[in-house]
């Protein structure tokens, strides 16, 4: 129970966070700036958690996961969001279980279910309603899917790394780990340190993503990445519901988006629920 309570939480976290991200971006900001803000600040959070409980043994292999995720995969989801706004890039790397799961059974040896198929139909039917989406807002450019894809992979590639090297260090110095990797890849790519305008309007998105990164941790710590990652897609529900009460007016949530995020969803239940 422990890790679903853990998994839904970080789920919730992380939705809120993209869409706290969206608000911090409003005004045409820049991707890279904001994106090393967000992961400056969620690194601060992860390295006060870090002081509750550390290990730095084997914390090395954490480092190089954090060029992953969140380096590469915050980079590509800060520039899905600005293109195609928080509740699309939220339904979009929701897919990420998909990849997870498969990696998991492919590298890791974690067990083949036939509904697996079944869930995969769904998730991949919600991604294609969302790509399919003709009344979404002119200005959302259909490249930031592919950004958001490849945000998707790249967290479904670290799930799997952590998740393999989960007995090597506690979690929160994992976590705490990864995300100082993270942040040194998007200085390299932002070119610059963030300003204070910048850190002052991403700071909320940034401690929501921190806490979201500890209890992610802390759920794979606890359980198979068949278990936690179809519940953290979960966040795709989150991030479109948020985003229709918060900032609707600049989203566009409509029915087809709302059909997607649900089947991304059941498609994950259904792959975590026969693991």
């Not at 970080?10 to 706290?20: H, I, K, N, Q, R």
């Not at 601060?44 to 090395?60: E, M, S, Y």
Request: net charge positive.
């Amino acid at each position: 129970m422990t890790v679903v309570v853990l998994a839904l939480l970080s789920a919730a976290l992380f939705g809120a966070m993209t869409v706290a991200v969206r608000v911090g971006l409003r005004g045409g900001r820049d991707a890279g700036g904001a994106a090393l803000a967000t992961i400056l600040v969620a690194t601060a959070v992860a390295l006060i958690a870090a002081t509750v409980r550390h290990d730095v043994h084997g914390i090395w292999p954490f480092l190089l996961a954090g060029l992953l995720a969140p380096g590469g995969s915050q980079i590509l989801f800060t520039l899905g969001v600005r293109e195609i706004g928080a509740s699309r890039t939220s339904v979009a790397v929701g897919a990420a279980p998909l990849v997870a799961v498969a990696i998991a059974i492919v590298f890791l040896g974690e067990p083949v279910r036939s509904p697996l198929l079944l869930g995969a139909l769904a998730i991949v039917t919600g991604g294609a309603l969302l790509a399919a989406e003709r009344d979404r807002p002119g200005h959302l450019r259909t490249r930031g899917l592919v950004y958001a894809a490849g945000a998707a992979t790249l967290f479904a590639t670290r799930d799997n790394v952590v998740r393999s090297l989960h007995a090597h260090a506690s979690p929160e110095t994992a976590a705490a780990a990864t995300l100082v990797a993270g942040s040194l890849l998007a200085a390299a790519w932002a070119r610059r340190a963030p300003t204070a305008v910048e850190l002052e309007r991403l700071a909320p998105a940034g401690i929501l993503f921190g806490l979201s990164y500890v209890c992610l941790f802390e759920a794979y710590w606890r359980g198979r990445v068949t278990v936690v990652s179809p519940l953290v897609a979960t966040e795709s529900l989150w991030g479109v519901a948020l985003s229709a009460l918060l900032i609707r007016h600049t989203e566009g949530v409509g029915r087809k988006l709302a059909v997607g995020a649900l089947l991304v969803v059941v498609g994950s239940a259904v792959i975590g629920a026969y693991r």
